[in-house]
C-alpha cells in the first residue's frame, strides 16, 4: 500500500517556526505517519513533552484517522475549545494533512515534517519511491520498472555513464535503475524496447501543479 | 567545411584532441595559456561544462577565446544545466560565433559537485541532444518550428568500452548514433586488449572514435580513479609500473605510459585518434605528443 512518506523537521527548525507563539496544538495522524513514526500517538506525546521543557504551552493535542480526509473537519470541530486557545497548530502529518487542516480552522499551521515522496514499504523502516505521478508513463516499454523515477536523473534512453558495476554515481548503495531495466528486459527477451531512440518528454503531462478533472460524459 | 576538425576527422589522418577547463573566477590567465601553449599541436581542444558539476567559467567563454586565439574548439554541453531552450539558443550562439563542433553529454549529478542543493535539469539527455543539433541544422527547432537561419554542426559523443555491465552503454552508443553523432570521445582506456574489442565491434558503424586517455600522475590517483570514476579500470601492473617508478619520477612514468599507450594505437591503427584529458596538467600534453612520436597538428 503506498504512504506518504515524511521525515521530522529538526527541532532547531520547528522552534523558529514557532517563535512569538507560545500556546501550541499538536494534531497527529493515525495513517501514513503512523506507519513511518513521524507523526502517530507515541510521536505527539514526544513533541508534547519536547515543547512543554522548553516553555511551551500545549493547549491540547489529538492523533486523527486520516488527516487528508475531508472529515477531519468534523473530528477537529470536538476540539474546537482547546484548538481556539492555542496560538499556532503544529501538525504532524504529511503536507496533505497540513494542507486539510489548514482549509478548515483560522488558524496559523505548522508543518513538523518535510514530506518526501509517495512511496512503499520495500523493507521493514525501509521507504522507496516508485512513481513520480508524470503523467506519461513508459514502463510499459523498460519491463515494468521506472526510468523517471528510479534513474535520478530520469533519463529515459538508457544509462549515463556514471553507472558503475549496476550501481548508481551518487551512491554505490543504490541500483542503477538502466541496469535493472536492461536485466529485466534481457530476461524476458525484450531489449528490442531498449534499442528505440526516445524522444524528449512531454512535461505537460505532469501539470503544475497537477489537476484533472473527471469527464462528467 | 563545417569546421577544420571536421575536416581532420573526414582526412582520415590520426586525430589528437585534448581538454582546456575553464578557470573558476575570472582569470583566465592559465586557460589563456593553455590554449596558446597547444593550439597549433591539436586538432581540437575539449572546452568542459562545469565539469564534475563544479561551477566554473562556461564552455562558450572557453570555446570563444579558443576561437579568438586562432584555436579550434569542441564545445562540451550538458543536460545538466539547461532545459532544451536554453540548449538550443546555447547552440545558435556558438554557430554564429564560429563554434562548429559540439560534444553532446547528459552531465554528471549536481550532488557530485560544489553546489549540491541545486536543481538537475536533465530534460533531454545526451542521444536527445545530438538529435537536437540535427534537428536544428535542418532549420527546425524542438517545438516543431521554423528557424530564420539554421546552424550546422560537427556533433558527437561519448561512450565507456570498459563499463560493466557493458551492453546497456553499448545500446545507448548506438541511440548516439541514430540521433547523427559523428565522432566519439570515450572514457579513458588503459587495457588496449578491451579497447580494440570495443573497436571490432564499432567498426560496423559510420563513426570516428577517439580513444580518451588519462595521464596518470601517481599509484594513489590511478588507485582513486578505478574507485571512484565510472567505467576506469587502471590495470595492477600499470599501477605497479607507477608506484615503482623513481622519487618524484611519477608524473614523468605516467607520461611514458600515456606515451606508449598513444603510440601502440596510433601505430596498430587501433582507432581514429586519441583524445588525452591531462586534467589540470594540460601543459604536459606536448610532452605526452612527443613521447608517443606524434607530430604536432601541420596547422
Known amino acids: ?91 504532524m502529518t504529511c503536507a496533505y494533512g497540513v494542507q486539510t487542516v489548514s482549509g478548515q480552522l483560522k488558524r496559523m499551521v505548522v508543518p513538523a515534517l518535510d514530506t518526501l515522496f509517495i512511496g512503499k514499504e520495500s523493507a521493514s523502516g525501509q521507504f522507496n519511491e516508485v512513481c513520480t505521478q508524470c503523467g506519461t508513463c513508459v514502463i510499459g516499454e523498460t519491463g515494468g520498472i521506472c526510468p523517471v523515477t528510479t534513474c535520478h536523473k530520469g533519463l529515459i534512453n538508457g544509462p549515463c555513464g556514471g553507472t558503475n558495476q549496476g550501481k548508481c554515481e551518487i551512491d554505490s548503495n543504490k541500483d542503477c535503475a538502466w541496469t535493472l531495466i536492461y536485466n529485466r528486459l534481457s530476461e524476458l527477451g525484450q531489449l528490442a524496447s531498449m534499442r528505440k531512440l526516445q524522444g524528449p518528454r512531454n512535461f505537460l503531462g505532469e501539470p503544475t501543479p497537477g489537476k484533472y478533472e473527471m469527464s462528467k460524459s | 567545411m563545417i569546421s577544420s576538425f571536421k575536416e581532420a576527422l573526414d582526412s582520415g589522418k590520426f586525430i589528437v584532441t585534448c581538454e582546456v577547463a575553464p578557470p573558476k573566477g575570472m582569470n583566465l590567465e592559465q586557460t589563456a595559456h593553455h590554449i596558446d601553449l597547444l593550439k597549433d599541436k591539436v586538432d581540437a581542444m575539449n572546452l568542459t561544462d562545469h565539469q564534475s558539476s563544479v561551477m566554473r567559467f562556461p564552455s562558450i567563454g572557453g570555446a570563444l577565446m579558443v576561437k579568438e586565439m586562432g584555436g579550434e574548439p569542441i564545445l562540451q554541453m550538458t543536460c545538466r544545466d539547461r532545459n532544451r531552450l536554453a540548449l538550443q539558443a546555447d547552440l545558435l550562439f556558438a554557430a554564429s560565433r564560429g563554434v562548429n563542433n559540439v560534444l553532446c553529454l547528459t552531465g554528471d549529478s549536481v550532488m557530485l559537485g560544489d553546489h549540491k542543493t541545486a536543481k538537475g535539469v536533465f530534460d533531454l539527455d545526451s542521444s536527445q541532444l545530438v538529435a537536437a543539433v540535427r534537428t536544428l ?146 601543459e604536459l600534453v606536448p610532452e605526452i605528443m612527443a613521447a608517443a612520436e606524434l607530430p604536432p597538428t601541420a596547422s
Open chain 2, 137 to 282: 541544422e535542418k532549420g527546425r527547432d524542438l517545438g516543431g518550428n521554423d528557424l530564420d537561419g539554421s546552424p550546422a554542426f560537427c556533433a558527437g559523443a561519448i561512450v565507456t568500452p570498459e563499463a560493466h555491465p557493458l551492453e546497456p552503454q553499448l545500446i545507448k552508443f548506438e541511440k548516439k548514433i541514430e540521433a547523427g553523432a559523428e565522432f566519439i570521445q570515450t572514457q579513458a582506456v588503459y587495457d588496449i586488449e578491451k579497447l580494440k574489442d570495443f573497436m571490432e565491434y564499432s567498426r560496423q558503424f559510420q563513426i570516428k572514435i577517439l580513444a580518451g586517455i588519462i595521464l596518470l600522475t601517481s599509484a594513489p590517483m590511478a588507485r582513486f580513479m578505478n574507485k571512484n570514476i565510472a567505467g576506469v579500470n587502471v590495470p595492477q601492473p600499470l599501477i605497479d609500473e607507477i608506484s615503482q617508478a623513481p622519487k618524484g619520477g611519477a608524473i614523468a612514468k605516467g607520461i611514458e605510459i600515456a606515451g606508449r599507450m598513444i603510440k601502440q594505437i596510433h601505430s596498430e591503427n587501433i582507432c581514429d585518434g586519441v583524445h588525452i584529458m591531462a586534467i589540470g596538467k594540460e
Open chain 1, 1 to 91: 500500500m503506498i504512504r506518504s512518506i515524511t521525515k521530522q523537521k529538526t527541532e532547531e527548525e520547528i522552534f523558529r517556526l514557532l517563535e512569538g507563539q507560545d500556546r501550541i496544538f499538536i494534531i497527529g495522524c493515525g495513517t501514513c505517519v503512523t506507519l513511518t513514526h513521524t507523526g502517530g500517538a507515541p510521536e505527539v506525546e514526544a513533541m508534547k513533552e519536547t515543547l512543554l521543557e522548553s516553555g511551551k504551552l500545549v493547549t491540547g493535542q489529538i492523533v486523527v484517522p486520516v488527516a487528508c480526509d475531508n472529515l477531519t473537519s468534523e473530528i477537529l470541530q470536538e476540539e474546537l475549545g482547546r484548538i481556539e486557545q492555542a496560538d499556532a497548530l503544529l501538525i
